[in-house]
């Protein structure tokens, strides 16, 4: 069953500054210090923060998600090989520039090491770096679907030339290698998970089936699916077949 | 708008379940996989969504299952619903979500004890603190191991 068979190869980051280009050679990630898309009217600009580890002592805006970069080398989400990075993760913010936060249910601005719990599957660890992804936007910008998907579209432009990067990367330099099986023990009880996800409108959205691993581009949503259950293999799973927009 | 931010689940969240991890590795059950289900704002919809999780379960012959939630608020009728329409079919079902001190049940049912909090915060409540309150490797074995007992308990009494 080779086709059950996910392949991960971590890459460990251990430093990451900003350059001309994007590069990523013997563990130093780097990331241009603008990111200037044509940015179509109601935004004001998208800021790029480095944060080193330890020192989380900065103000953010609220946190809209945390996001690996991972990349697909070989195969579709779910088979073949994953290059993925290790000691980075993306983490994307938004307020209006007079101050007005993007979550009304709860907002995490403040200081980052006040609103982040470190450590947890959801969160970078204390020793990772983050890339802040802060996007600004017109007080009277139009809030909708539309106009919010998009914001994490630019998230994801970023992150691509960094994939491009990781797909070319030798496999010998990665740090680890896992092989993930859809694992199956017959004759013992059946069990599967089911996991009740945000749908209900904008900015309570889930992608799922991106091209990319935790991306966005050609990702179906749960809401155009009207909240249907889809079923997912446990490498799908595994390899990012789910990109959060909550 | 967005889910409470210390229940939210990031995409990171997503690439490295614990929930997957852990069931996914366990030689003692036999994994099917992980199936994705919606919070719709109608509610016949919510009705509707929750009856196909159940009835895909039963066809693909599923003995339990636990029953997982991205947020809370609005989204936990869909969750008792969800569980019950479950249940009702003879599968094992238990469940895991943020409770605390701040979302408890308006409503119980006898899935109600079968639901296990994922609250970490002192205070019981929504923190604001991204990951706090966040599913972890203690609360999916935890989840497994009841799960198991349930599964035995229902099977001895049919």
Same mark, same amino acid.
């Given at each position: 069953? %080779?086709? =059950?068979?996910?392949?991960?190869?971590?890459?460990?980051?251990?430093?990451?500054?900003?350059?001309?280009?994007?590069?990523?050679?013997?563990?130093?990630?780097?990331?241009?210090?603008?990111?200037?898309?044509?940015?179509?009217?109601?935004?004001?600009?998208?800021?790029?923060?480095?944060?080193?580890?330890?020192?989380?002592?900065?103000?953010?805006?609220?946190?809209?998600?945390?996001?690996?970069?991972?990349?697909?080398?070989?195969?579709?989400?779910?088979?073949?090989?994953?290059?993925?990075?290790?000691?980075?993760?993306?983490?994307?913010?938004?307020?209006?520039?007079?101050?007005?936060?993007?979550?009304?249910?709860?907002?995490?601005?403040?200081?980052?090491?006040?609103?982040?719990?470190?450590?947890?599957?959801?969160?970078?660890?204390? =020793?990772?770096?983050?890339?802040?992804?802060?996007?600004?936007?017109?007080?009277?910008?139009?809030? =909708?679907?539309?106009?919010?998907?998009?914001?994490?579209?630019?998230?994801?432009?970023?992150?691509?030339?960094?994939?491009?990067?990781?797909?070319?990367?030798?496999?010998?330099?990665?740090?680890?290698?896992?092989?993930?099986? &859809?694992?199956?023990?017959?004759?013992?009880?059946?069990?599967?998970?089911?996991?009740?996800?945000?749908?209900?409108?904008?900015?309570?959205?889930?992608?799922?089936?991106?091209?990319?691993?935790?991306?966005?581009?050609?990702?179906?949503?749960?809401?155009?699916? &009207?909240?249907?259950?889809?079923?997912?293999? %446990?490498?799908?799973?595994? =390899?990012? %077949?789910?990109?959060?927009?909550? | 708008?967005?889910?409470?931010?210390?229940?939210?689940?990031?995409?990171?969240?997503?690439?490295?379940?614990?929930?997957?991890?852990?069931?996914?590795?366990?030689?003692?059950?036999?994994?099917?996989?992980?199936?994705?289900?919606?919070?719709?704002?109608? +509610?016949?919809?919510?009705?509707?969504?929750?009856?196909?999780?159940?009835?895909?379960?039963?066809?693909?012959?599923?003995?339990?299952?636990?029953?997982?939630?991205?947020?809370?608020? +609005?989204?936990?009728?869909?969750?008792?619903?969800?569980?019950?329409?479950?249940?009702?079919?003879?599968?094992?079902?238990?469940?895991?979500?943020?409770?605390?001190?701040?979302?408890?049940?308006?409503?119980?049912?006898?899935?109600?004890?079968?639901?296990?909090?994922?609250?970490?915060?002192?205070?019981?409540?929504?923190?604001?603190?991204?990951?706090?309150? +966040?599913?972890?490797?203690?609360?999916?074995?935890?989840?497994?191991?009841?799960?198991?007992?349930?599964?035995?308990?229902?099977?001895?009494?049919?």
């Amino acid at each position: 069953m %080779a086709d =059950d068979a996910l392949k991960i190869r971590s890459f460990s980051v251990n430093n990451v500054s900003f350059g001309k280009h994007y590069a990523f050679e013997n563990g130093n990630l780097v990331i241009p210090e603008t990111f200037q898309p044509d940015l179509p009217v109601g935004y004001d600009s998208i800021k790029l923060r480095i944060i080193k580890p330890h020192h989380l002592d900065v103000p953010t805006n609220s946190i809209m998600d945390i996001v690996p970069i991972s990349a697909k080398v070989l195969g579709k989400i779910g088979t073949g090989l994953t290059h993925t990075l290790t000691g980075v993760y993306l983490l994307i913010t938004g307020a209006t520039t007079d101050g007005t936060q993007l979550h009304d249910f709860g907002s995490s601005d403040g200081v980052l090491k006040d609103q982040l719990k470190l450590g947890q599957a959801g969160t970078p660890g204390p =020793d990772d770096f983050i890339i802040m992804f802060d996007v600004l936007l017109q007080p009277a910008f139009k809030y =909708d679907r539309d106009f919010v998907t998009q914001l994490f579209d630019y998230s994801d432009q970023f992150i691509q030339p960094i994939r491009k990067i990781l797909k070319m990367t030798n496999g010998r330099y990665a740090t680890e290698t896992h092989t993930f099986y &859809n694992e199956r023990h017959p004759g013992k009880p059946k069990v599967a998970v089911v996991k009740e996800v945000a749908g209900q409108g904008t900015m309570y959205d889930n992608l799922l089936f991106p091209k990319e691993p935790s991306g966005m581009a050609a990702g179906v949503s749960i809401i155009d699916l &009207n909240n249907f259950p889809v079923l997912l293999t %446990a490498n799908e799973y595994r =390899d990012g %077949a789910i990109r959060a927009m909550v | 708008m967005g889910v409470g931010p210390s229940t939210k689940e990031t995409t990171l969240h997503h690439f490295r379940d614990p929930l997957v991890d852990v069931f996914g590795a366990d030689p003692d059950i036999d994994f099917q996989g992980v199936v994705v289900v919606g919070t719709p704002q109608d +509610n016949t919809l919510k009705g509707l969504v929750g009856q196909r999780v159940a009835k895909w379960l039963q066809a693909m012959g599923t003995n339990g299952a636990v029953l997982s939630a991205d947020g809370w608020g +609005n989204s936990d009728v869909d969750f008792m619903n969800t569980m019950s329409e479950i249940g009702d079919l003879g599968i094992s079902i238990i469940g895991l979500k943020f409770i605390g001190k701040q979302a408890t049940f308006v409503v119980t049912n006898e899935y109600t004890p079968f639901v296990l909090d994922i609250n970490k915060s002192k205070s019981g409540t929504e923190t604001t603190v991204v990951g706090e309150n +966040n599913l972890d490797h203690r609360d999916a074995n935890k989840a497994l191991g009841f799960l198991k007992l349930k599964m035995r308990a229902d099977h001895s009494k049919q």
